[in-house]
């Protein structure tokens, strides 16, 4: 199962410059766990709900005196649409996140999540078993 098949669309935005209550806001309003972070119309990083509580924890202000962007994780992990979820699944667990850009070219054009996958897990189990009964019928050298 590749990557586009499980990935949410057209990831929900917010300017780098916003403040934290923007963001916050804006996740809430969108019902996601994270929102992209642009500069100029280009992934700048992502805000997750942890990181959201952990930069107003820190910050001890209030989150409309906290800037997104410093809360945010700014080294991206992506993924491209034509990837397996196996692949996904393994820069996940590689890079301890739970959430992945999912870019073609530089353009970001959606997420995927662990939720996603969950979700699909019936579906990719079924791969998995519709593979492994195939490998019965396959002689080397074919």
């Not at 949410?8 to 969108?30: F, I």
């Not at 692949?87 to 999912?102: F, I, P, Q, S, W």
């Amino acid at each position: 199962m590749l990557v586009r098949e499980v990935m949410s669309p057209e990831p929900v935005t917010v300017a780098a410059d916003a403040t934290l209550r923007e963001a916050v806001e804006r996740m809430l309003r969108e019902r996601v766990g994270s929102v992209l972070l642009t500069r100029d119309g280009d992934p700048a990083g992502i805000l997750t709900e942890t990181d959201a509580l952990r930069g107003a924890y820190r910050a001890e202000r209030s989150l409309a005196a906290v800037p997104a962007a410093a809360a945010a994780t700014e080294g991206l992990v992506t993924v491209p649409p034509t990837a397996t979820t196996r692949r996904a699944v393994e820069l996940m667990r590689d890079d301890g996140v739970k959430k992945l850009v999912v870019t073609e070219g530089l353009d970001a054009v959606g997420v995927v999540t662990t939720t996603d996958l969950a979700h699909n897990q019936p579906a990719l189990l079924r791969e998995a078993h519709e593979i492994e009964s195939g490998r019965g019928d396959w002689e080397p050298g074919e």
